[in-house]
């Protein structure tokens, strides 16, 4: 299996960034979510065909080798949403 930074760079991405240290996909938030979409599906097949679980996050973020239960996810969209008034992106993972 290849190395998982290698596959990301391979994709060419504009929108999404790889950061290897915490093994997230970052949106960059100066484009327009739909722009990003075409994107999103490259990525997400990606990983698919790799068996490399992942989890989407409510800031659009992709968290690798992670898969969170309902529990946490109504939490971490809470922490967001609470975030999101007050202009702070911050990751969760």
């Not at 290849?2 to 504009?14: E, G, R």
């Not at 409510?58 to 609470?82: A, D, E, G, H, R």
């Amino acid at each position: 299996m290849k190395d998982i930074k290698t596959q990301i760079d391979s994709l060419n991405l504009a929108y999404y960034e790889f950061d290897n240290e915490n093994k997230v996909l970052k949106f960059d938030y100066d484009n327009e979510y739909e722009l990003a979409k075409r994107e999103l599906i490259k990525i997400t097949y990606t990983l698919t065909k790799n068996n490399i679980k992942f989890d989407f996050l409510p800031n659009k973020y992709i968290v690798l080798y992670k898969k969170f239960t309902l529990l946490q996810k109504m939490s971490l969209n809470i922490l967001f949403k609470i975030n999101k008034d007050y202009k702070i992106y911050l990751p969760y993972f």
